[in-house]
């Protein structure tokens, strides 16, 4: 059946508040092609009360593309069934670090690294746990021709270790040899669907930029990383009770803000897998 829906953007250049849709219901194709078009129009989309199981939110990842696995996180276990591609996001009093508490675009240290993350949470602190988005199309936009020109020649190395070796070390879950993604990418991509250019390096998977002397690499990154952080590229959504947020991790990054503690937040992610950053 064909839902009618609306898209309330958050700012000029990012967001859109969905109204009128219920995903606990299979999209017809029209209603998924305008949904699909509006997800790359406003890079991060945000839905309210959506109460949905774990395979109405598998199923609706599905309409995107197929679903990623995470390197490193243990498949999800409900009622003695594991849900590999369901990661399950979770602090509280015992936590001691949040991993996407830092400009980043997710798992960005895979070969193919995700096209959109659907995120749902069920448990909200009493206030703060908010997420922001930057779109990095207006990032890349915003910088000087010369300053494109020189960025546009250069990949990045993004690596999983120092990350996924540090979580899995608080989980319990730490093997000393295991091997994480690493991989290089240009620093500005095209994305696939729109043709547009995206900055595409941040803080928790760029290591550093190839075939640049270390002190250049580690000065380009921070002037990046100063640039990205502009409020004028930004969003910011404030969550309630089984509020979905999906981003699109081809030209946004996002810093989910752990202001919270000791209070709980906790939800569940599909991830869609992306194609190779070019
Ligand atoms: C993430 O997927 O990086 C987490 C986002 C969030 O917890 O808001």
Redesign the pocket.
């Known amino acids: 059946m064909t839902q009618h829906f609306e898209i309330e953007p958050v700012t000029p250049t990012i967001g859109g508040n969905v109204v009128g849709l219920d995903l606990s219901q299979p999209l017809s194709d029209e209603t998924f092609e305008q949904l699909h078009a509006a997800f790359l129009d406003r890079k991060a989309l945000f839905f309210r009360d959506q109460d949905i199981s774990l395979e109405q939110h598998k199923a609706f990842g599905r309409r995107f593309g197929d679903l990623h696995i995470h390197p490193s996180a243990r498949p999800y276990k409900a009622d003695g069934v594991e849900h590999p591609e369901i990661l399950f996001?979770h602090a509280d009093e015992k936590t001691t670090r949040?991993?996407?508490d830092t400009w980043?675009s997710?798992v960005s240290c895979d070969p193919e690294p995700p096209m959109a993350?659907i995120?749902r949470l069920v448990k909200i602190p009493p206030s703060g746990?908010d997420?922001l988005f930057a779109c990095m199309y207006s990032a890349y936009d915003a910088l000087s021709e010369p300053m494109k020109q020189y960025l546009g020649e250069l990949t990045a190395i993004h690596d999983g270790a120092s990350n996924y070796r540090d979580r899995a070390k608080r989980r319990d879950n730490f093997i000393e040899d295991k091997e994480y993604p690493r991989n290089g990418h240009p620093v500005v991509r095209t994305h696939p669907e729109t043709g547009e250019k995206a900055l595409y390096v941040n803080t928790a998977f760029t290591s550093h930029i190839d075939a640049v002397p270390k002190a250049e690499s580690d000065a380009v990154l921070a002037f990046l990383y100063q640039h990205i952080s502009n409020a004028a590229f930004q969003c910011r959504f404030q969550w309630t009770e089984n509020a979905i947020?999906m981003w699109d991790n081809r030209c946004t990054l996002?810093h989910?803000m752990w202001d919270y503690y000791p209070n709980v937040?906790s939800?569940f992610?599909v991830t869609v897998q992306g194609d190779k950053p070019l």
């Open positions: 996001l949040t991993a996407g980043h997710d993350s995120l746990g997420t947020a996002h989910a937040r939800g992610r």
